[in-house]
């Protein structure tokens, strides 16, 4: 199966705090892709994870690959309201992309 | 900019109207991709080009939908007889073949009457 959970499916945090949201599946990753999506616009893409045990930061945000890569978590530090939008996994598996439905995160000032 | 651009970026049409979508992917990009997401959902999957072959279509891309890419540059996605349930996010991506990232457009809202 091509399936992809994210966990939670929604999060309301305030400003300051720390989060971290889940993406899952049964099966291996070759790859996994995080995006962030803004209400009314197309998905930004954030980061890629390739390798099992992979740690990659972007400011304020931590992107973890699992070691047996069938899982991935994204860690925010001191959350602010620009980070508020929409958080997508993805999966490259035979030249297509397979998508989790995603995170809703609302960071309130 | 040269990143990925679609037009129109809102569309509104009656039940029964046909629609038509256009995507420029980034220049050198040789694989060009549409998705459509509903409200909460991740994007779905419709088609795939690489240049200007079509090389996969989803279960979920009715009759009534073609999409084309005449000359591996821009592509367009028509919806022939639209129906309320089409209504939705269309989005269209961009990558290079064999890479594992692909690069998103703005979306064209479609909301059928």
């Known amino acids: 199966t091509q399936l992809l959970e994210q966990s939670p499916q929604f999060l309301s945090i305030q400003e300051g705090e720390n989060l971290t949201v889940y993406c899952n599946s049964s099966?291996?990753?070759?790859?996994l892709q995080w995006y962030r999506q803004e209400p009314g616009e197309g998905p930004v893409l954030l980061v890629t994870?390739?390798?099992?045990?992979e740690v990659k930061k972007l400011k304020r945000l931590t992107f973890q690959f699992g070691d047996a890569r069938k899982d991935s978590s994204l860690h925010i530090t001191a959350a602010q309201p620009g980070d508020t939008g929409l958080y997508l996994c993805?999966?490259?598996?035979?030249?297509?992309?397979?998508f989790g439905s995603g995170t809703k995160l609302n960071v309130k000032p | 900019d040269t990143g990925v651009s679609q037009d129109p970026r809102h569309k509104i049409t009656k039940r029964g109207q046909n629609v038509t979508f256009r995507c420029d992917p980034i220049s050198e990009h040789n694989r060009l991709y549409w998705y459509r997401q509903t409200l909460g959902q991740g994007p779905e999957f419709l088609t795939y080009?690489?240049?200007?072959?079509?090389?996969?279509k989803s279960r979920l891309l009715s009759d009534r939908f073609s999409a084309e890419r005449p000359k591996g540059s821009f592509s367009t996605l028509e919806i022939q007889r639209t129906e309320q349930g089409d209504s939705a996010m269309y989005l269209c991506?961009?990558?290079?073949?064999?890479?594992?990232?692909?690069?998103f457009g703005p979306g064209t809202r479609l909301t059928v009457l």
């Open positions: 991506a961009s990558s290079l073949v064999g890479a594992d990232e692909q690069f």
């Open positions: 994870v390739v390798t099992g045990g």
């Open positions: 993805a999966r490259y598996n035979f030249n297509k992309f397979y």
């Open positions: 080009f690489q240049n200007e072959a079509q090389l996969e």
């Open positions: 099966s291996v990753f070759s790859s």
